[in-house]
């Protein structure tokens, strides 16, 4: 890994809540540890008759210009510009992943009041310049970041693209050394643009274009942004999503009952009951919690999100569709016809594992575990905080 990508990873190790913490660590390291055996040290040489309160107020001085140091550390002009530049690049970035992910860029435009129009593939190569510029623009400027809470996300988009390198390689864009991308207009256009329009799909929440979407969304939520309401919002859907999943993978919901000619038969309108219950708090939760800077509740998200990617088709069968956002919607009608047994034995599995990862959104938005701590330097996440609860789940 390049110096380049080093600089963008670094500070991403401490959580933001243990500063007071190190702080006072600091400042009983300067009054009576390192640091003072340092100044004792340094004024060891004058005789008990010379040292005089003049020099005890040197010392005094010297200590509080390094805790105001550490307190106020100096940014220099190029890390304030790297900031600025970060900010202003990811929305800029995120127009640039609309347009690769709008239909319309890849529909030939006619020609009006006499102007001639333009195909479709010279859209779609304008699109991927100007994407591949701005994702150049923002990732040059992370490097240089101190904005740990934007970097870590930025981290997790290159490591994204290189998990697809394989396929952007494909269209003609490949990855340097220091993680900008390159982009073969040649390449791309003996490929076709059906290939990019896959890729940046937004119909598909796994694709390309829609993970890079979504770490930059991450990453511009504003730091000062009071997520107080939403966590609770997040964690209220979150517990009871756990409880729908754990009642829909559980034999109780399917026990038979008495219909009134006396045959048993499923209490569908019960189990319907709990599925809606299931959606509901399925939608609530990805609604408050995505916009969350808590690396924890992302990457459980994320699994979600990926199971019920997985299980779409099944999903459908129970008239429970997946929108282009990721969203559930029920149809009442088609679900009461569905093979209940069927639902069961599906659920058994889906449900509980999305039981288990919405337990741990639940436990993440009450514990407020810091956004950027989860992340490691390569830009993998690793959960923080508590070791009852597994990354593999």
Not at 109 to 116: A, E, K, P
Not at 131 to 151: E, H, R
Not at 310 to 316: D, E, F, G
Not at 320 to 347: C, Y
Request: proline share 1%; hydrophobic share 35%.
């Amino acid at each position: 890994m390049s110096q380049g990508y080093s600089q963008l990873f670094q500070g991403l190790s401490s959580g933001s809540g243990s500063g007071s913490t190190n702080f006072l660590a600091d400042y009983a390291s300067l009054k009576s540890g390192s640091y003072g055996r340092l100044m004792k040290a340094y004024y060891g040489g004058e005789s008990s008759s010379t040292v005089s309160s003049g020099s005890k107020a040197r010392t005094n001085n010297i200590l509080e210009q390094i805790l105001e140091e550490r307190r106020n550390p100096k940014v220099s002009e190029d890390v304030k510009e790297a900031n600025a530049n970060l900010t202003a690049g990811i929305p800029t970035l995120k127009s640039a992943v609309s347009a690769l992910q709008n239909d319309n860029t890849y529909t030939d435009t006619q020609g009006q009041n006499g102007q001639s129009g333009q195909n479709a593939t010279d859209k779609v190569v304008s699109a991927m310049k100007n994407f591949v510029s701005q994702y150049n623009d923002v990732v040059n400027a992370a490097k240089q970041s101190t904005l740990s809470n934007k970097t870590a996300y930025i981290a997790n988009m290159m490591k994204t693209s290189k998990a697809n390198a394989d396929d952007l390689a494909e269209i003609g864009v490949t990855i340097n050394a220091n993680g900008t991308l390159q982009f073969n207009e040649g390449k791309m256009k003996a490929t076709g643009i059906s290939k990019v329009q896959e890729m940046f799909s937004s119909k598909d929440a796994m694709s390309y274009g829609s993970t890079v979407m979504s770490r930059l969304q991450f990453a511009g939520i504003s730091s000062t942004t009071d997520t107080a309401e939403k966590d609770n919002t997040a964690g209220t859907n979150a517990a009871g999503l756990k409880a729908d999943g754990e009642a829909l993978a559980a034999d109780k919901l399917y026990e038979k009952v008495k219909d009134k000619y006396g045959i048993m038969v499923y209490d569908v309108d019960k189990i319907l009951s709990t599925a809606k219950s299931f959606v509901n708090n399925y939608n609530g939760m990805f609604d408050a919690a995505e916009s969350s800077t808590n690396s924890g509740v992302l990457a459980n998200l994320a699994k979600i999100r990926e199971k019920t990617t997985q299980n779409t088709n099944m999903l459908k069968q129970f008239g429970i569709n997946v929108d282009e956002k990721g969203r559930l919607q029920i149809d009442e009608e088609k679900f009461k016809k569905a093979d209940m047994s069927q639902v069961q034995k599906f659920f058994k599995d889906y449900g509980s594992s999305v039981a288990a990862n919405a337990s741990l959104v639940d436990y993440y938005t009450t514990t407020k575990a810091s956004a950027a701590s989860g992340y490691t330097a390569s830009g993998t996440y690793g959960v923080q905080g508590s070791s009852r609860f597994s990354d593999s789940i």
